[in-house]
């Protein structure tokens, strides 16, 4: 991933904050997340008062830039066939049922061939994922983006696109053709229609409007008014990318 069009250095992961969400609505939510997650420690069958322990988090990137550096490594390992498959061990496991510190929210496709977490070589609690066909967004895709940014300071916005996303094929044919697709995979096609370039054709079509759906995803996602604040302030980048099937190399899409 290049890293030419990042974002200046901001001076640090800052707290998060949401003008459309109280402090004491994202008290009870953070206090709900850790409740489930001490609950789910307490049902294994190995749990003791010792493994409750609250743990301190592990070093995160803390800026926009420090993100995509981590993502970039960690797709050349992936590529190169010298992925480390790192935070797995049972100490992380432990650590992580007290939080959860990731550095970087991916919104990608539901393509089983493209797990954010291969093909960025990360491990647990290192990325929220929000995976929809095609990066379609909707209020549910909205939200999960926006917990991570507000609730959760990550630093790094991803918008995910591949090589030959059959989502993608799907809406450029259904326009071609005019027959609607089942149930409810036409709102998918439907959804990504106003990013269909037209001034190409065939499978030349498919592979510029993947671009196209990147770019309009991500700029959708950047001018969401909280979001918009903090990549003003340098705390947040909001980049789209796209992931080759055939290199395995992830790259950016400007």
Request: net charge negative.
């Amino acid at each position: 991933m290049n890293l030419d069009d990042a974002p200046p250095r901001g001076t640090g992961r800052q707290p998060a904050s949401s003008p459309t969400a109280t402090p004491h609505r994202r008290t009870l939510l953070r206090a709900a997340l850790t409740g489930a997650a001490a609950l789910g420690a307490g049902l294994a069958l190995d749990a003791s008062p010792a493994s409750a322990v609250t743990a301190a988090p592990r070093p995160r990137p803390g800026t926009p830039a420090e993100a995509l550096r981590a993502l970039e490594a960690g797709n050349h390992r992936w590529r190169t066939y010298r992925e480390r498959h790192p935070n797995e061990s049972p100490a992380v496991r432990q650590s992580l049922t007290s939080g959860q510190y990731p550095f970087a929210v991916v919104l990608g496709c539901v393509d089983s061939r493209v797990p954010p977490e291969l093909v960025f070589d990360q491990g647990l609690g290192d990325l929220l994922t929000v995976r929809s066909a095609g990066e379609v967004l909707d209020e549910a895709v909205l939200g999960s983006v926006a917990y991570g940014v507000l609730e959760l300071a990550v630093p790094l916005v991803v918008v995910l696109g591949h090589q030959s996303c059959g989502a993608v094929r799907a809406a450029v044919e259904a326009e071609e053709s005019g027959e609607p697709l089942p149930a409810h995979i036409q709102y998918l096609a439907d959804q990504i229609s106003p990013a269909i370039d037209h001034t190409q054709a065939g499978d030349a079509r498919v592979d510029a409007t993947i671009d196209a759906q990147i770019r309009l995803v991500r700029s959708r996602l950047a001018a969401e008014p909280d979001l918009a604040a903090k990549v003003t302030s340098g705390q947040l980048a909001v980049v789209g990318a796209r992931y080759e099937l055939t290199t395995q190399r992830v790259h950016r899409v400007s």
